[in-house]
């Protein structure tokens, strides 16, 4: 399978991501950018979830319909022609990094796929809704990956 670049010039993959993009900050998404979408990808689909959390994978932005002739998005807007889903907060849209106070880092992946076709999902889709519509048919993807800790 081929690989998407994925990047922010907020954070490097595997540091820290930066307060203004947690709750306890401005709470805006980062900006990102991605190359090497391949040329018959119809839609893309933006996951960025935290495994770590206490409750299981918890959900911070879930964005799916996204042009795939796209190269990015600024910090804190939708990505183009993106449809913004409910995170794991309840909300639409970004919703930050607001691990428990005293654990460890929590890890939050950023993951972008490259599909042939539209995927169809639920509203209030989970990651684990999303990895399985996407993992099978998937063209591509790639995975950022920041860190947070309170």
């Known amino acids: 399978m081929a690989g998407i670049e994925l990047k922010s010039s907020a954070f490097n993959d595997g540091s820290f991501i930066p307060r203004r993009y947690a709750k306890e900050g401005e709470?805006?998404?980062?900006?990102?950018?991605?190359?090497g979408v391949p040329d018959d990808a119809?839609?893309?689909?933006?996951?960025?979830e935290d495994p770590d959390a206490p409750s299981g994978t918890f959900?911070?932005?879930?964005?799916?319909?996204?042009d795939p002739t796209s190269d990015g998005v600024?910090?804190?807007r939708t990505p183009p022609g993106g449809r913004e889903r409910r995170n794991g907060y309840g909300g639409?849209?970004?919703?930050?990094?607001n691990p428990p106070a005293g654990d460890r880092a929590h890890r939050y992946f950023f993951r972008l796929f490259a599909l042939p076709e539209p995927v169809s999902l639920p509203d209030g889709a989970?990651?684990?809704d999303v990895h399985a519509a996407v993992d099978?048919?998937?063209l591509a993807g790639g995975t950022l990956?920041?860190?947070?800790q309170r």
Do not use: F, N, Q
Request: hydrophobic letters at 45%; one cysteine or more; charged letters at 15%.
């Open 27 to 35: 709470d805006v998404s980062p900006d990102l950018t991605w190359s």
């Open 42 to 48: 119809a839609e893309l689909v933006l996951l960025c």
């Open 59 to 66: 959900v911070h932005w879930l964005v799916t319909g996204i």
């Open 74 to 76: 600024a910090a804190g």
């Open 92 to 97: 639409t849209g970004w919703g930050g990094p």
């Open 126 to 128: 989970t990651a684990a």
């Open 136 to 138: 099978e048919r998937r």
């Open 145 to 148: 990956m920041g860190l947070y």
